[in-house]
């Protein structure tokens, strides 16, 4: 009970800084100073005001000195960060693959989260988690493999190591593609470097799921954002050529996407692909 309580009380304080972090990597800003303060007054906000989701319940959703509003993604953040901490909890038990997992949860849904609101996907998340995808590989193989661990380990960091060169190589050439089609790159080099870094922890089975969910999801999105591009009200003017370019050019935020698939494959992606499979035998 304890465990449980803990993981989730450190998923809502996680979830606080994953904010912070989602709002200051992508502008350049430290993680660490100044203090964590009003994005328009500037007032450092107190003790009591850090308290994750319950402080912006208490304060409506505003800074109580200038009444600025505070978006709903600070809660949101770390109710989910709160969410899937539990999730990571109840999968794996107290051990060293729920702090791993939780480690992963962390930068998947603060990647997801700038990449749809900034259209960024810092290194300092990518890399580090791809560099953790690693470690957790050597880790798992050592511990489920009947081999000398130094050897389990390293066959394990070599499939993990594969599997993100490979799943990477397969969405530069998707990428190449594109722009060999439409001369304009459709992909960034963020989106690559995330999908390296979820084969390097899910494997190439679940991040094939993973690539197939967001491409769906993105696909979804990418229909609805046209259409209200192209919807005009009664009596308006004709699209104009201009107009059709932009609509042409929308931009969609891949990596939150791929960021929403690869924790659902986290969590559910073994359990979707033996169902998947079961209409193949």
Same mark, same amino acid.
């Given at each position: 009970?304890?465990?449980?309580?803990?993981?989730?009380?450190?998923?809502?304080?996680?979830? &606080?800084?994953?904010?912070?972090?989602?709002?200051r990597l992508p502008q350049g800003?430290?993680? $660490?100073?100044? %203090?964590?303060?009003? %994005?328009?007054?500037?007032?450092?906000?107190?003790?009591?005001?850090?308290? =994750?989701?319950?402080?912006?319940?208490?304060?409506?959703?505003?800074?109580?000195?200038?009444?600025?509003?505070?978006?709903?993604?600070? =809660?949101?953040?770390? &109710?989910? *960060?709160?969410?899937?901490?539990?999730?990571? @909890?109840?999968?794996?038990?107290?051990?060293?693959? *729920?702090?791993?997992?939780?480690?992963?949860?962390?930068?998947?849904?603060?990647?997801?989260?700038?990449?749809?609101?900034?259209?960024?996907? =810092?290194?300092?998340?990518?890399?580090?988690?791809?560099?953790l995808g690693m470690v957790a590989?050597?880790?798992?193989?050592?511990?489920?493999?009947?081999?000398?661990?130094?050897?389990?380990?390293?066959?394990?960091?070599?499939?993990?190591?594969?599997?993100?060169?490979?799943?990477?190589?397969?969405?530069?050439?998707? &990428?190449?593609?594109?722009?060999?089609?439409?001369?304009?790159?459709?992909?960034?080099?963020?989106?690559?470097?995330?999908?390296?870094?979820?084969?390097?922890?899910?494997?190439?089975?679940?991040?094939?799921?993973?690539? $197939?969910?967001?491409? #769906?999801?993105?696909?979804? @999105?990418?229909?609805? !954002?046209?259409?209200?591009?192209?919807?005009?009200?009664?009596?308006?003017?004709?699209?104009?050529?201009?107009?059709?370019?932009?609509?042409?050019? !929308?931009?969609?935020?891949?990596?939150?996407? #791929?960021?929403?698939?690869?924790l659902y494959s986290a969590f559910?992606?073994?359990?979707?692909?033996?169902? @998947?499979?079961?209409?193949?035998?």
């Amino acid at each position: 009970m304890i465990p449980a309580i803990f993981s989730i009380l450190s998923g809502l304080a996680f979830g &606080s800084f994953l904010n912070v972090c989602i709002t200051r990597l992508p502008q350049g800003e430290s993680v $660490v100073a100044p %203090r964590s303060h009003c %994005r328009r007054c500037g007032r450092v906000l107190t003790a009591g005001e850090n308290i =994750p989701v319950f402080s912006w319940l208490f304060l409506g959703g505003r800074c109580r000195s200038c009444k600025a509003g505070i978006g709903w993604r600070y =809660p949101a953040v770390e &109710s989910a *960060t709160c969410l899937l901490f539990g999730a990571c @909890y109840w999968s794996y038990g107290w051990s060293w693959e *729920t702090i791993a997992w939780a480690a992963f949860c962390f930068l998947v849904l603060g990647l997801a989260v700038m990449d749809a609101e900034t259209m960024l996907l =810092p290194d300092w998340f990518t890399l580090p988690g791809l560099a953790l995808g690693m470690v957790a590989a050597g880790l798992r193989g050592a511990g489920s493999i009947r081999a000398p661990q130094w050897r389990a380990a390293l066959l394990s960091v070599s499939f993990a190591l594969a599997s993100a060169i490979i799943a990477a190589g397969v969405l530069l050439l998707i &990428s190449g593609v594109y722009w060999w089609i439409r001369h304009r790159p459709g992909l960034g080099i963020g989106d690559v470097k995330m999908i390296a870094m979820l084969a390097a922890w899910l494997g190439l089975p679940r991040t094939a799921l993973t690539f $197939v969910i967001a491409a #769906l999801a993105g696909a979804a @999105y990418g229909v609805l !954002l046209v259409a209200r591009a192209w919807r005009k009200p009664l009596g308006a003017h004709p699209i104009s050529a201009g107009e059709r370019q932009s609509i042409a050019t !929308l931009a969609i935020p891949f990596g939150a996407f #791929l960021g929403l698939a690869g924790l659902y494959s986290a969590f559910l992606g073994e359990w979707t692909l033996r169902w @998947y499979m079961q209409f193949f035998r």
